[in-house]
């Protein structure tokens, strides 16, 4: 078992520019969840899919970012015009989702820069 | 407002030392459950601890415990005879089940600790 896939690990944008942060799940697992990690805010939850619908997306920003899971093997972060203050860690993670509190596991987490 | 409260946000101990991080949680649902994560150079998440409200106030897994007081919306990671592998990032978390939308992971903003040989 791989675990969960986070690519890429290093991105650098420019100001404006569009980002696209991949994430696979661990096989069999229903659920996504995404999470921006910065020293400011800590760890916060941006959105959350079971069995590839989107479930709550109550932390995304309302603006510039999207999040999708076209199928059950990934799920893709986009923010369209990347701007100073999307610079963070984007942690990805999978769990069985089975109703109860089940351990969420964790990718490496994709650390976006932008200039 | 922030549900995880971790008050310490870096600190530093000696090899051998004990370590006691604090956490503190908000929460009007009966069911819940509290984890503690460690946050990898690697940027990995790794689960430690897991602790459910209905459970025993401590649990442990290796050198890692906690002491749960419920009442005071309270759980404490101790690690014990600290090694520098230690060294990290700590995340207190709280688990609740959502109304129609399955459930959520908040987090505290985490403590780095820096063991020194």
């Known amino acids: 078992n791989a675990g969960v896939i986070q690519t890429p690990r290093h991105k650098v944008t420019g100001k404006g520019q569009e980002a696209t942060l991949w994430c696979e799940p661990i096989?069999?697992?229903?659920?996504v969840f995404w999470y921006r990690q910065t020293i400011v805010q800590g760890l916060e939850f941006l959105t959350y899919?079971?069995?590839?619908?989107?479930?709550?997306d109550s932390g995304m920003p309302k603006e510039r970012f999207s999040a999708q899971m076209p199928n059950q093997s990934h799920s893709t972060l986009k923010i369209q015009s990347t701007q100073p203050q999307d610079s963070a860690v984007y942690l990805c993670?999978?769990?069985?989702?089975?109703?109860?509190?089940?351990?969420?596991?964790f990718g490496s987490g994709t650390r976006l820069t932008v200039l | 407002a922030q549900k995880v409260i971790q008050v310490w946000s870096t600190t530093s101990r000696q090899e051998g030392e004990k370590l006691t991080l604090d956490c503190s949680y908000k929460?009007?649902?009966?069911?819940?459950?509290l984890f503690w994560y460690k946050h990898l150079l690697s940027g990995e998440m790794v689960l430690l601890i897991r602790?459910?409200?209905?459970?025993?106030a401590i649990e442990r897994s290796g050198r890692y415990s906690v002491v749960f007081q419920k009442s005071r919306k309270s759980i404490s990671l101790v690690i014990s005879t600290l090694q520098p592998d230690d060294s990290g990032k700590y995340f207190c978390?709280?688990?609740?089940?959502?109304?129609?939308?399955?459930?959520?992971?908040?987090f505290g903003k985490g403590a780095k600790l820096t063991v020194s040989p």
């Open positions: 993670a999978s769990s069985l989702d089975l109703g109860g509190a089940e351990t969420l596991y």
């Open positions: 899919f079971r069995n590839q619908a989107p479930i709550d």
């Open positions: 602790q459910m409200p209905s459970t025993i």
């Open positions: 096989s069999g697992h229903s659920a």
């Open positions: 929460t009007s649902q009966v069911l819940y459950h």
């Open positions: 978390a709280l688990w609740e089940p959502q109304q129609g939308t399955g459930s959520k992971l908040s």
